[in-house]
């Protein structure tokens, strides 16, 4: 069984077939999804989700594209919404240097604050780290002491994959990881610990190779954990077996 630990069912690309989406997932050898919020509308649509769905988990929370939107009602919804048995996460957080959509301050500020408030609720964080590798990691060091999580759609070197292992954090990977120009991912696939290593979609993002170009869903995770398997020279058995349960050990769910 595999776990998408990382897909945006609440986005508008699955308004016309959410369901058929979800349903064909679980009949295809999915265990569960994880869907994290980018802003409040999507947190609270993502809880939705997984109040209607057993095997859909929330996690909630400010993506760094929507930063300059957060206040302290926002931080106390959050908190709220921590508190619900099916909200695993505060994520999607983080930094994003490529868009800007907010300005690289109010970015880190915000960042700061709900690395501090998933420490008072004692849950993991689901962190993006687009073209901001060098400032997430020394965010996460000076004020993310004792956090734990997962680095979603990694995309940095071998060398910053040691030292998100050393903070204690899992890495993720996804379609970009059947891209022709990974780069240096498939390398840190075949490097990084089995036990710390997820599989995700970010549908409806990044579908996998042979399908670029397509809206991507969790149904395409198998291609990932493919991918994996040669990278690693295991079957896709084991593969979907030992991601899944990081997948559980890392957000905390109850198999």
């Not at 064909?24 to 649509?45: E, F, I, Q, T, Y």
């Not at 994959?161 to 990974?182: D, P």
């Not at 198998?222 to 899944?244: N, Y």
Request: hydrophobic share 40%; aromatic share 8%; net charge negative.
């Amino acid at each position: 069984m595999l776990f998408d630990s990382h897909a945006h069912l609440d986005d508008e690309a699955f308004d016309a077939d959410r369901d058929e989406v979800i349903a064909r997932a679980l009949s295809n050898g999915l265990a569960g999804m994880v869907n994290p919020g980018s802003c409040m509308k999507s947190s609270a649509a993502a809880l939705a989700l997984a109040e209607q769905h057993a095997a859909i988990y929330a996690a909630v929370g400010i993506h760094p594209h929507d930063a300059d939107s957060a206040d302290e009602a926002a931080y106390e919804q959050l908190l709220q919404w921590s508190r619900h048995p099916k909200v695993v996460a505060i994520g999607e957080i983080g930094l994003d240097y490529h868009y800007d959509f907010s300005p690289r301050s109010v970015q880190q500020e915000v960042f700061v604050k709900q690395l501090a408030l998933a420490k008072e609720c004692d849950l993991p964080v689901i962190l993006h780290d687009r073209e901001a590798h060098g400032d997430i990691l020394r965010l996460v060091k000076e004020a993310g002491r004792g956090v734990r999580g997962v680095f979603h759609c990694f995309s940095g070197s071998l060398e910053m994959a040691r030292e998100v292992l050393k903070l204690g954090f899992y890495l993720s990977v996804g379609g970009t990881l059947t891209f022709k120009n990974a780069a240096k991912l498939p390398e840190v696939v075949k490097e990084v610990p089995f036990e710390r290593l997820l599989l995700e979609t970010d549908s409806p993002y990044l579908t996998p190779a042979p399908y670029r170009g397509r809206r991507n869903e969790p149904l395409h995770v198998r291609l990932v954990a493919e991918k994996v398997a040669e990278l690693r020279g295991l079957s896709v058995e084991e593969v979907a077996r030992q991601t899944t349960a990081n997948t559980y050990r890392c957000f905390g769910i109850a198999q």
